[in-house]
């Protein structure tokens, strides 16, 4: 179950939530385990969920876009391949570039993002996910 | 920045002093004055980033603060009178 971008578990009417990153994300492991809920077959299987709140990885046109807020605000050439796994630190952004990115990202997407949520990005496939999570609850 | 947690202000408290400005540049409505706020803290921030000795850390943040109480209040002013018409800049994006 750990071998996905990050998945986090809503049930309707429930409090808890369980947030799993998988092992391609960044090194230091962020697991927040509040509790498992019921739905066992969920959790086990992300991927096909059917619960209506369930989360799967960013959609690529999200991905997309902030490929492209990333490119522009690092100034770098169309070569420059930029992709879901790239890590902001490796396209040469420094912690200032990290804000500003994020920053960029709220207002294009009308999010708003924590704190500390802001600070724990470090790769690209990060961020849209958490894009994803913050524009669904926000139109739910 | 990073080692200026003797004086009792961290690297986290850096970070959400230039958030709390950034997102003050956002509620400009005047597009000059937006672009001006953002690209001077940007440009303060890392102008000050080697900084290793506490009072000259703690001078810059407090700076900073002050610069935010600032740019508050004048985001309050600037709206009362915001100008009907967009600047071209910001038409260009879109």
Do not use: W
Request: net charge neutral; hydrophobic share 40%.
């Amino acid at each position: 179950m750990a071998s996905l971008a990050a998945t986090s578990v809503f049930l309707p009417g429930r409090t808890r939530s369980v947030s799993l990153h998988g092992q391609g994300m960044a090194g230091a492991s962020q697991i927040r385990l509040a509790s498992f809920t019921h739905q066992r077959r969920s959790t086990f299987f992300p991927g096909q969920a059917s619960a209506p709140r369930f989360e799967s990885p960013a959609k690529p046109e999200t991905v997309e876009k902030v490929c492209a807020i990333v490119k522009k605000q690092l100034a770098l050439a169309s070569e420059v391949v930029v992709t879901g796994e790239s890590e902001f630190t490796k396209l040469g952004a420094d912690s200032l570039d990290t804000v500003e990115i994020v920053m960029g990202l709220e207002e294009e997407f009308g999010i708003n993002v924590e704190e500390d949520n802001a600070q724990r990005i470090t790769t690209v496939q990060e961020a849209a996910d958490m894009i994803e999570k913050l524009v669904s609850k926000g139109s739910a | 920045m990073a080692s200026a947690v003797g004086s009792g202000l961290s690297r986290a408290e850096a970070f959400s002093l230039l958030r709390s400005l950034l997102r003050t540049a956002a509620k400009f409505s005047d597009y000059n004055i937006r672009e001006y706020v953002r690209r001077r803290t940007i440009d303060g921030f890392r102008e000050n980033r080697g900084l290793t000795d506490p009072s000259a850390i703690a001078s810059a943040f407090s700076e900073g603060r002050s610069q935010l109480e600032i740019a508050k209040r004048q985001a309050v002013v600037y709206s009362i009178y915001a100008p009907q018409v967009k600047n071209i800049m910001e038409l260009n994006a879109s």
